[in-house]
């Protein structure tokens, strides 16, 4: 069960995908189904009423339309990069090595959001830095050396049925 953390404690983001399908709009609360078929728990008593996602193991998930959903909460230990939990927030991207440039755009809102509640330059890790994973798709630190420009071969191709 995901402990309770003091906020100071944390100093990094660790970068995820979903694996799923590019472009399709699997949900928070789908990977939280996964997550309880993996027997992750969280403690709902830490941040009542924040999120009703039981299971989650990440802190944020970014859906394909750019929407933002909350996981556990900063002060929960979060469930998502082995010997890394304990001082890092989990941000996962809907898709696997593609995402939507409104997921691009929100990505990088929320990393600007942490820092400035946590008031310190977090230091940003993809997953597959910290462990032998191809997961979240793209080479994170190529992004932030683009200032946080979308890598082009990692940005969806969407479609705009009806304007052309
Ligand atoms: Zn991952």
Redesign the pocket.
């Known amino acids: 069960m995901g402990a309770r953390r003091d906020i100071n404690s944390i100093n990094s983001v660790?970068i995820?995908?979903a694996a799923t399908p590019n472009g399709r709009a699997y949900s928070a609360e789908q990977i939280d189904q996964w997550h309880k078929e993996r027997n992750f728990q969280r403690d709902m008593s830490i941040s009542p009423g924040y999120s009703p996602l039981q299971h989650i193991g990440y802190h944020f998930v970014i859906e394909l339309d750019g929407t933002l959903k909350r996981g556990r909460p900063l002060e929960e230990v979060g469930a998502?990069?082995y010997g890394h939990n304990q001082a890092s927030i989990g941000i996962?991207m809907v898709g696997t090595d593609q995402f939507a440039l409104a997921q691009w755009h929100t990505l990088l809102k929320l990393i600007q959001g942490l820092e400035a509640h946590l008031d310190m330059m977090l230091s940003l890790y993809g997953?597959n830095q910290l462990s032998s994973?191809i997961?979240?798709g793209f080479d994170v630190p190529a992004w932030v050396k683009r200032k946080f420009r979308p890598l082009d071969k990692h940005l969806l191709e969407e479609v705009f049925n009806g304007l052309v």
């Open positions: 660790v995820h995908c998502h990069a996962c997953h994973k997961c979240p």
